[in-house]
């Protein structure tokens, strides 16, 4: 099978709002962000589509072009480096986001707003590198199939 790049394209447009709406999020000052509830939980909210999305694009990729199903969702950024979609670190620095997404849908521990605060401008950075890399993969696949 193959790539359903308007499933990807469908998850990466979706992202991409949310990094935008998550991104008004971000300019708001800690103290301010923390004494509002309706910052935190649009920031848990934001977090949690656009984590959960790139993990939907990982398993999608994975099952599809390779015909495999990762163990875990950390171990599906883990997988994406394996198969070159991510550099090997960067998969590693952004696989912890599933642990972040399983806190924030699960509620397994009290979610510490702080920690959520910190975490936008993180996602900010990496979550469009992410998407770089999987639009410039893809890309790439689908220009040699068309040569073929």
């Known amino acids: 099978m193959s790539i359903d790049k308007k499933i990807v394209n ?3 447009t979706l992202i991409s709002r949310d990094l ?5 999020i971000s300019v708001i000052p800690m103290a301010k962000y923390l004494s509002n509830d309706t910052y935190e939980a649009l ?9 959960g999305r790139m993990i939907d694009i990982n398993y999608h990729i994975l099952s599809e072009e390779h015909n495999e ?3 875990d969702y950390y171990n599906s950024f883990l997988m994406m480096a394996e198969k070159k979609y991510l550099s090997s670190d960067f998969a590693k620095k952004i696989a912890h986001s599933a642990g972040l997404r399983n806190r924030l849908a699960h509620e397994y521990d009290e979610i510490d707003a702080s920690k959520v605060y910190k975490a936008v401008p993180v996602s900010l950075r990496d979550v469009p590198k992410y998407l770089d890399c999987i639009l410039k993969h893809i890309d790439k696949n689908l220009k040699q199939k068309k040569l073929i």
Do not use: G, Q
């Not at 920031?43 to 984590?51: D, N, S, T, V």
């Open 69 to 71: 199903t990762p163990i």
């Open 20 to 24: 935008k709406n998550l991104k008004e």
């Open 43 to 51: 920031a848990e909210r934001y977090l949690e589509r656009i984590i």
């Open 10 to 12: 469908r998850k990466i």
